[in-house]
């Protein structure tokens, strides 16, 4: 049973940062690519960052130059540094791996940005 933990949400005011970590049950070094996404009220879930195995980096053009998603394979972690967040970004943040065909995901973590 494959499962993931997200942590680090919150409430933050704009120009704020957070970081984000989500945490594998299972050894995440031969996962090729494991992502956050991110779904906000009314909205789809949408990609925010995928990183994989070999630790090359994707992002959405709205996080572009804000969003860091980084790994560390020893600790099974996967995280997402958040710096100058916006109103927009707020939104239930979920982490995701494929594993042999099967999606999984966390239970996702709040992600409030407010004055």
């Known amino acids: 049973q494959v499962q993931l933990v997200e942590s680090g949400g919150g409430l933050v005011q704009p120009g704020g940062s957070l970081r984000l970590s989500c945490a594998a049950s299972?050894?995440?070094?031969?996962?090729?690519?494991m992502g956050w996404y991110r779904q906000a009220p009314g909205k789809q879930r949408e990609l925010v960052a995928t990183?994989?195995?070999?630790?090359?980096?994707n992002y959405a053009d709205s996080v572009k130059g804000r969003f860091t998603i980084s790994r560390d394979n020893a600790k099974n972690t996967v995280y997402l540094q958040m710096n100058s967040l916006k109103p927009e970004d707020t939104a239930v943040y979920y982490c995701?791996?494929?594993?042999?065909?099967?999606?999984?995901w966390g239970q996702g973590t709040q992600v409030t940005i407010s004055s």
């Open positions: 995701n791996l494929i594993l042999k065909g099967s999606n999984y």
């Open positions: 299972l050894s995440i070094f031969t996962i090729n690519i």
């Open positions: 990183i994989t195995a070999g630790s090359s980096t």
